[in-house]
């Protein structure tokens, strides 16, 4: 643990003391915190104590906490600090952050605020509001240095001097002709190391990966991670600089879709709410609940099946045989689960192509074959232990090594088919193939069972 | 997509008929990849045409091929070119990227390349190699910059100029004292905006962030995160700079566990070849087999559940109510599933405290209750019309809403214990809540029915 992070344990109470003392040592206090430990600490405030915490921050501090702020505390300051003060805070926001500020705000509240900030900022906040939360236009700063081709080296620094104080990252040059068309690109460190007269057009590097402003945000993460960029020039379809987008957003990114899919996979919508254990208990429930319905009619299919055969088998046999129904359905959806998980990591990391649909799934049924033949004579030597009968012991060997390959081949098609229908494979997918498993386990199941008794005793 | 992206695509099939035509065109092609496409064009060559590239590449570009490639290729490619060869391309990498590669080697392979670099570069790579791969020091270069405490900015600029190609990353500058004791940090644009004469130390930031040679990569990945840094000086416990870890390997961490993760909750240990679709059967079935055994024991709780209830019943009653087992233990399974996802999430957001056990388990407990309740009268109203029989409907009704909040008690309530344990919360998490909830479920199904009915008509 560095230093830092027993600050932030200790932070939230040594704040409270000194906002009650509020003595001089609470500014020396507020100076020194990083901003993202502040937010931490202020976020539990009561109402008076927070607008005492950014009565004392100067409006670039304030920005930086603001921005740090989960959506309801940012909500709670807003309301309280009222629009002038917060479009002067707004006015030392980067121009993303800010954009994300005014788009969770009524359209009134974001007009009031917008009222309040200099004609040209309110322009470019104004304009990123435009573009879709999700998409490189979403999440890219206006914030960005650019530089027109006819300049020296020497030039471009002492353009840099001057613009560098307000550009949210400098480590790339862009570099531009009359047009803003995008022509190339230079690291601060190209411009540094350049003999000072040499024109830019020498040493700058053509070769620049973009994206375009309607490119979804996974997509550009993607993009950063994989040519290990610090940020990423956004262009229109006309190759006109538009924005930025650094690696920080990217992370963020890279944690929200995590959090999305993870909660997709269980069969909970993400949504506002999705995850917030601190809502109340509807608000828990509701991105629950249609997929907990759909999937009990799903499961009717498992129990027709059932209903179908135990015509064919006499009372004892029948008992017998449900005995066996958990482990026959929870096998066939621990094995395909497993083989869902496989595949849906090899499409997200490209090392399975979407084209490789019949390699994947012959290998999963391949896998699911030798896993059932060793689960399944477990499965039969401990059954014929246990209840002393070889028949049933057969049966319910035999059903679960078919049961293993049917089950792995499903896991693996499922993410596939739903990656080309253009679905997130995430979706549901765990409760989703376990109720396609258990349908499918039971159908092998009682076949094989009618096939090879019809009385136990 | 960007046009690289269409670059890609096309760029196996480019680079093959380059290849066998043999002649300028193909210089100009390599040239112009990016590193990491061009590891992706090579990986599936055969080995005559991978040497034909790798003879083309300078030693340079071959580093940065080289550290894209898959471990696989990577051996590859070590065993085809000899060891003068790789050792010209291990001097021209980034010393952490060569001390992964010679980690993948063999003792002797590495040692023959360590006895081909300067002795500079091999001690460092040497020293590389003794840190844990997992840790700070595992994933860290040593190929930062650094300046004394007592230069003036245009020294530094100047220390910068001469040092800059080496450096991997030069958007920070560390400060330290004659005995390379971290002093402070400064960003090349601080070094640019101030006065040349200034001294470093009324320029440079105090409070650095930093990690600990032995801090788990993990960790070191959520400090980089949770403050937007582009890199993290790496110190030993005497404070002393020891490297660097970047922003790009960070992603790369998070992307590592966010696999290991996706694999474990779903039962399969992730390994070497864990995720490896290319692997054989045996070698992708054994990640999973041991899991697949160990909740196959663990059904049996289920069955034993059944076995045990079942003479209490007619025979038809029974078979009757074995229909609805895959519906009751579904349903549990799923809203457990659900509820285990939200606090999974909640825990790896910090947005759920390890001492809010009780307030996690008691709003889940809720949840599960309302759920229960709305899919119980749902299962109700379905049962009693399908069947025709009132008490089946209550029966499996009432088994439902019971049900419902005592799976999404225990799947919010594993994860909190699992990580209090200090086990990861992912390790096999969807298919064991399933197998803890087949149990309970059959035992509230079974309880209910036993209470409610012993003949049904």
């Known amino acids: 643990m560095s230093t830092r992070d027993v600050r932030v344990l200790e932070g939230p109470e040594k704040l409270r003391m000194l906002l009650e003392r ?7 206090f507020l100076r020194e915190q990083h901003p993202v430990d502040l937010a931490d600490m202020v976020e539990e405030l009561p109402d008076d104590l927070l607008v005492a915490v950014f009565e004392r921050l100067g409006p670039e501090q304030s920005a930086l906490v603001l921005g740090e702020l989960d959506r309801e505390a940012r909500a709670r300051i807003v309301r309280l600090l009222g629009k002038e003060r917060v479009g002067d805070i707004v006015e030392a926001m980067d121009t993303d952050d800010a954009a994300d500020l005014l788009g969770e705000l009524s359209p009134e509240q974001a007009g009031q ?20 939360p999700d998409t490189a236009g979403g999440i890219m700063t206006t914030e960005y240095v650019a530089v027109n081709q006819g300049m020296t080296a020497q030039e471009a620094i002492e353009h840099l001097r001057q613009r560098a104080p307000d550009a949210e990252t400098v480590y790339y040059v862009y570099v531009v002709d009359d047009d803003e068309h995008l022509l190339g690109v230079l690291s601060l460190r190209d411009l540094i190391v350049a003999p000072p007269e040499t024109p830019l057009k020498h040493i ?6 973009s994206v375009f402003h309607d490119q979804d945000q996974e997509e550009v993460a993607r993009i950063v991670s994989r040519y290990d960029l610090l940020a990423v020039p956004v262009i229109d379809h006309q190759r006109r600089l538009l924005g930025v987008v650094t690696v920080d957003d990217v992370i963020d990114v890279l944690e929200e879709e995590a959090t999305e899919d993870a909660l997709r996979a269980a069969a909970v919508s993400p949504g506002e709410e999705g995850g917030d254990l601190r809502g109340g208990v509807w608000r828990l429930a509701r991105p629950r609940l249609p997929w907990l319905l759909a999937l009990l009619f799903m499961e009717f299919l498992a129990g027709s099946v059932i209903d179908r055969f135990r015509g064919g088998f006499d009372g004892v046999t029948l008992a017998l045989l449900s005995v066996f129904i958990p482990i026959m359905a929870g096998e066939a959806g621990n094995g395909a689960t ?9 499409l997200a990391t490209g090392e399975i192509a979407e084209r490789e649909v019949l390699a994947v799934v012959w290998r999963e049924a391949r896998v ?11 499965l039969f030597g401990v059954t014929t232990l246990w209840k002393g009968d070889l028949r049933l012991g057969l049966v319910v060997g035999l059903a679960l090594a078919l049961n293993l390959p049917v089950a792995k081949m499903l896991g693996g098609l499922f993410p596939i088919v739903i990656h080309r229908l253009g679905i997130d494979p995430a979706v549901a997918s765990g409760p989703f193939i376990t109720t396609v498993t258990d349908f499918t386990s039971m159908l092998t199941y009682f076949t094989v069972a009618a096939l090879l008794l019809t009385q136990l005793g």
């Open 22 to 28: 509020g003595n001089g040592e609470l500014a020396a």
């Open 113 to 132: 605020i917008l009222g309040e900030l200099q004609a040209e900022e309110a322009a470019e906040v104004r304009e990123l509001l435009h573009y879709e």
């Open 204 to 209: 700058m590097r053509t070769k620049v990966v």
């Open 338 to 346: 497993q083989a869902l998980a496989v595949v849906v990591r090899g």
């Open 368 to 378: 699911g074959l030798l896993a059932g033949l060793i689960t399944g004579v477990v």
